[in-house]
């Protein structure tokens, strides 16, 4: 048994638990809503790693330079490393086997420089530093276990790959071309060596070399460039969405000032209707008629309910959300008070306030006890900082990945309302934490520091 080619198949293993640590644990939350148990989670870790032992064959076996020899190997890798991911990550299958696709890649391309001529002197031990024979094939594994290291690390860490979550037509295509370049560089390499290696030039070192690393930096760059455009698209609809929301208490905000004025004057018309049929004559139909403006009078009472924060556009996005609110039976009590709070343009107030309320309400909304349907929201100046939490009870689990709070909606925009006030506490260099207690309550905490 070659024990070289065993520490080289532990080696590559290790390197490829390090070329997926950036991608975080899928949890089965996100695809059927049920949560794997720890115990599962480890089995599907230990499967993971276990599922590599089927590639020491590869390691221990030489095969000739055939193109179906050489496919042969591509598919069982490509295999064993979509696997790896899948079990080990809990991805989905397709982003299982375009993730396992571009790990095959950025092996082959460190595989591929030590195929070509003066580089598999190195491999094969045939370049020499120093007299003793066992010094220089240390050197030459330090080397070559180096370099694959150093492709593998930046690859992983270059290419966004927690970002991956659905596969589109343009990523399919660009795996197929790069993974059947690649395979081509491969199988050319290896006729290559049938040659002397002394009778080859230095040309055919450099021009594949050159090849693979073109290979990996296109892979590296249009990755990079669909993440980015996603970003870009998110901050365009968080910017609609935050247009949106300052549209609408805008509006809002005038028409509740239109509303209290008809208010206040319908009721003073009532008080005066009531006043009159007291001094007037008795008749049959005046308890009746009094009762009837009793009646309407109790239905304008809700509308007395004034919210006044300090902030005319924020009084009318809250009261618009308790309106909302209270169709579903949810109580939404209020403590905010934002005088002198001038620094923060009205649109970002309205995407913190809106968000964050939105996300509240659609969690009371699946709580089944009415009287837990209740939101408690809470603004105010706290040591130089403006400090906003909002309180509401929900039922369920909520489930976390390293502090992130994740959701079971699914597309490419879920989660867009929290990363929408995110973005707008960043802009005023402020925080936002969340945090849960043992009586399902959750509390999202916003604070941003006032300008000195």
């Not at 198949?9 to 695809?31: C, E, R, S, T």
């Not at 593998?152 to 037509?169: A, D, G, R, T």
């Not at 005319?312 to 309106?323: A, F, I, M, T």
Request: glycine share 4%.
């Amino acid at each position: 048994m070659d024990l070289t080619q065993i520490f080289n198949f532990l080696i590559d293993v290790l390197f490829l638990y390090i070329f997926f640590l950036p991608v975080q644990d899928h949890d089965d939350a996100l695809h059927s809503r049920k949560k794997l148990s720890p115990f599962r989670k480890n089995l599907r870790k230990i499967i993971a790693f276990a599922l590599q032992l089927f590639l020491l064959p590869l390691y221990l076996t030489y095969m000739p330079a055939d193109p179906g020899i050489i496919t042969l190997r591509f598919a069982a890798r490509l295999l064993i490393y979509s696997l790896f991911v899948y079990f080990d990550k809990q991805t989905t299958p397709e982003i299982a086997f375009y993730l396992g696709a571009i790990a095959w890649i950025t092996f082959a391309v460190q595989n591929n420089m030590f195929q070509t001529p003066q580089f598999y002197r190195i491999h094969i031990n045939e370049t020499h530093y120093l007299t003793d024979p066992m010094l220089n094939q240390l050197l030459n594994r330090i080397l070559e276990y180096t370099s694959e290291a150093v492709i593998i690390i930046l690859s992983s860490k270059m290419i966004p790959l927690n970002e991956i979550h659905f596969m589109v037509p343009e990523r399919i295509f660009m795996i197929s071309t790069l993974c059947m370049l690649t395979l081509y560089i491969k199988y050319s390499l290896n006729l290559l060596l049938l040659s002397p290696i002394s009778s080859l030039p230095k040309e055919l070192t450099t021009y594949p070399v050159l090849m693979q690393m073109l290979i990996l930096a296109f892979l590296i760059m249009f990755e990079r460039y669909l993440y980015h455009r996603r970003l870009r698209e998110e901050s365009r609809l968080q910017e609609t969405i935050a247009r949106n929301i300052y549209a609408n208490a805008v509006a809002h905000q005038k028409a509740q000032e239109d509303l209290r004025v008809l208010h206040h004057d319908m009721k003073n018309h009532l008080i005066a209707l009531q006043g009159l049929m007291k001094g007037s004559e008795p008749s049959e139909g005046a308890p009746a008629a009094e009762r009837y403006i009793s009646l309407m009078m109790d239905k304008l009472a809700p509308f007395e309910t004034i919210i006044e924060t300090g902030n005319p556009v924020l009084n009318g996005l809250l009261s618009e959300k308790v309106r909302i609110a209270r169709l579903d039976n949810i109580e939404i009590s209020t403590s905010v008070d934002f005088r002198g709070v001038g620094f923060i343009e009205n649109m970002d107030i309205c995407t913190i306030f809106g968000n964050a309320l939105d996300n509240a309400m659609e969690a009371s909304r699946k709580v089944t006890d009415p009287e837990l349907r209740s939101i408690l929201v809470k603004a105010g100046c706290i040591s130089d900082n403006l400090t906003i939490t909002f309180t509401n009870y929900y039922e369920g689990t909520l489930h976390e990945n390293r502090g992130v709070l994740l959701t079971i909606k699914t597309g490419a925009f879920h989660g867009i309302g929290l990363k929408s006030i995110e973005r707008s506490v960043a802009k005023y260099h402020g925080t936002m934490i969340h945090h849960t207690d043992q009586f399902h309550n959750f509390t999202l905490t916003i604070r941003i520091p006032f300008p000195e």
